[in-house]
Structure formats: C-alpha cells, structure tokens
C-alpha cells in the first residue's frame, strides 16, 4: 500500500469520526491525561487502544521490541517519569504470545540473530538462564509461552524498582502495576501479577 493510500484512509477515517462526534479531535488537540501507562512489544499485532477497548487520551505507550523494561533504557526510563507527571494512576507491562524477540531470547546461540537484535534479547537470554531448570524441561511451544511470561514478570519487577515508581510510592502516589499477556490469536488479555501498590506488594510478585 503506498502513502498516498495511507493518506486517503487518513482522510476517511478523520470524516469517519467528526462524523459521529464532531469534537473527537478537538477535545484532545490541547492537552492529554491519560490513566494508564502501557509498555509492550512493538509487535505489528498488538495494539493497545484497541485491545482494551479504550478511547484516545487513556494510555500512555511505550512500544519497544520483546516489551522490555531496563534500568539502563533511557527510552523506557524517560517514558515511565513522564507518564508519572501526567498524572497515570496504573502501569501495564505487557508481553504476549508468539513473541519474536522471546523466541530469539529462548533459541539463539552466542551468534545468533541480526546484531543489534541479539543485543536487544540478551535481557531475555537472562530470564532463561534464571529458570533455565523450568524452561529445559519443557517442549519448545510450551518453553516459548513460559518465557514470554517470565519476561514480562522481570518487567513488572523492573518497573516496581525503578526509581520513579520507587519515588512514586515514596510521595503517597496512588500508582499500581500490574503484568500482563496479550494473546494474538484471540485477541484476550491473561493477568500474570497485581495490581503492585507499593513496595510491600512486590513480596508477592511471582517469580522473575
């Protein structure tokens, strides 16, 4: 499809809502105040509006590949203190199934993949050394889904220790983090852990 398609479908889909609402557009061209802060995969399968059945305004995305959250990632770190100063009351780290990067994370060798790629997947590499006891047990189908969870309980457990969420709880900030996954091939949402409302929930987080 060329841009210029995309650009016409552009245009319909704008009619198509001031055509129902005439201020869809308006009441979110000043200022926004979402509720949610979403960090996922950047999977073309998954779209989180969609997904939760939510309207413009309410989720806050961070997309990057395999959805993962590291303290070194200036990009998700940056993401998570601004969804904080827009006032977002809930944090959702989601994986999902038939996950690309987590396949990678789960099969590749030391040389493995294109580079950059592999360099992205060595936080997943780091989740199957650490249940690398539950994983090798397991039929790679059944490894793969366990891994996609395993990785989005390490980012819930990030984000429950990152700074700004830390800072957050700190302050009396109503702030809750929840895990969850996406599965592609029904379109559900499965919860894996939460909602996390402060340090003293994290003792309950599943193994990561």
């Known amino acids: ?73 200036l990009n998700v770190m940056s993401c998570l203190e601004y969804a904080l100063v827009l006032g977002v009351k809930h944090v959702i780290v989601c994986g999902h199934y038939n996950c690309g990067a987590c396949k990678g994370g789960l099969l590749w060798g030391p040389s493995d993949g294109p580079p950059l790629t592999a360099l992205a997947v060595a936080d997943v590499k780091a989740v199957k050394a650490a249940h ?18 395993l990785n989005t309980l390490n980012g819930v457990k990030n984000a429950c220790m990152s700074f700004p969420i830390q800072n957050a709880w700190k302050e009396g900030k109503p702030l809750a983090v929840h895990g969850v996954v996406y599965n592609p091939a029904d379109g559900k949402l499965k919860e894996l852990a939460g909602p996390i409302t402060g340090p003293e929930d994290m003792k309950s987080l599943p193994s990561a």
């Open 132 to 149: 690398q006891a539950e994983l090798e047990g397991l039929p790679t189908d059944q490894a793969w889904d366990r891994i996609v969870e």
């Open 1 to 73: 499809m060329s841009i210029s398609s995309l650009l016409e479908r552009n245009k319909d889909w704008c009619e198509s809502c001031e055509s129902k609402d005439p201020s869809y557009f308006s009441k979110w061209g000043t200022s926004q105040a979402p509720e949610y802060f979403y960090i996922g995969c950047a999977d073309s399968r998954v779209s989180p509006d969609l997904a939760m059945n939510l309207p413009p305004g309410s989720v806050f995305v961070h997309r990057n590949l395999g959805g993962l959250v590291n303290h070194k990632d």
